[in-house]
């Protein structure tokens, strides 16, 4: 069932688990996460970043495959279809497109400007019932082999953007994008708390999933995160599966050469990712 990602958010508040978003990349990607999902009664948000949308020719690609998968595949369970990033121009595209849900993420431009595009999008996004995710403080992460620190987002900001009526935020508390440099100084629980204090009950996003110990994460939970977003664990586990196949030379035995069963070791290790992060995040049977 695609719906907004508002519900399932506010019942994860309420609940104090968080629902996963994992990020698609193509048809393997998209089945494996919605059957992990329905296999497990939990709710669910398929993130596509505006890069993933290109490569799959397109938001209106997107859109139409995953409504046609959720049919075709009978799940029940409640799945967002979220736009990762986006840029204000992406957006539009995805609102036309049929996404549930989408993220601006005005956090590189100045203060005043991200709150005129996002006030904007608020209104376009709740008159058609889809969700708004928004980011203060700019996630760190790899770009062209510099690796720099996850901002701190100043909580005061936070509140003003939670104010324009966004559904949910992302507030940057040291979390990066990609693997975490061995010197990492793990998340900041104080200006988290802060945020919480300011904004109440707003369900908070966490960006940059992968490789955040499971005791941070269940903390971050505590303190009012219930989105996680993953994206570098899954294409990690594709990887080594597929490699794993290859390596043992499976694709030169008999038909080992057929994209459907070359592919099918990656795809399955993606379910046993997702399965692992909605255990972890404590979404299981909470559709
Ligand atoms: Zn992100």
């Not at 508002?6 to 996460?33: C, D, P, R």
């Not at 005129?116 to 996630?139: D, N, P, R």
């Not at 005061?156 to 953007?161: H, P």
């Not at 009950?201 to 994460?217: E, F, R």
Request: aromatic share 6%; charged share 25%.
């Amino acid at each position: 069932m695609l719906v907004s990602a508002t519900e399932m958010l506010k019942k994860a508040v309420a609940g104090k688990y968080a629902v996963g978003q994992f990020n698609i990349n193509n048809l393997e990607w998209t089945k494996a996460i919605l059957q992990t999902a329905q296999e497990n009664n939990s709710p669910v948000i398929l993130g596509v970043s505006e890069g993933a949308g290109k490569y799959m020719t397109g938001f209106k690609t997107v859109a139409a495959m995953v409504k046609a998968m959720i049919g075709e595949l009978n799940i029940t369970v409640p799945v967002a279809l979220h736009l990762d990033h986006g840029t204000y121009e992406g957006c539009y595209k995805c609102i036309d497109a049929g996404f549930s849900s989408v993220m601006f993420d005005g956090s590189h431009l100045p203060i005043e400007e991200n709150i005129a595009k996002t006030s904007e999008l608020v209104e376009v996004c709740h008159k058609k019932g889809i969700s708004i995710e928004a980011e203060v403080g700019s996630i760190g992460g790899e770009e062209d082999g510099v690796v720099g620190a996850g901002e701190i987002a100043d909580p005061e900001e936070c509140k003003k953007i939670a104010d324009l009526g966004v559904d949910f935020l992302a507030a940057g508390i040291g979390n990066i994008h990609g693997k975490y440099p061995e010197n990492w100084k793990g998340l900041d629980f104080d200006a988290l708390a802060k945020t919480k204090e300011l904004i109440g009950d707003l369900p908070l996003v966490l960006h940059g999933g992968t490789g955040i110990p499971a005791d941070m994460i269940q903390t971050a939970i505590s303190l009012g995160v219930a989105k996680i977003n993953v994206n570098t664990e899954c294409q990690l586990y594709f990887q080594e599966a597929t490699r794993k196949y290859i390596e043992e030379g499976k694709d030169l035995q008999g038909k080992g050469f057929d994209p459907r069963k070359l592919l099918a070791p990656g795809t399955e290790a993606i379910k046993v990712i997702v399965k692992e992060k909605m255990e972890l995040f404590g979404s299981i049977d909470k559709a």
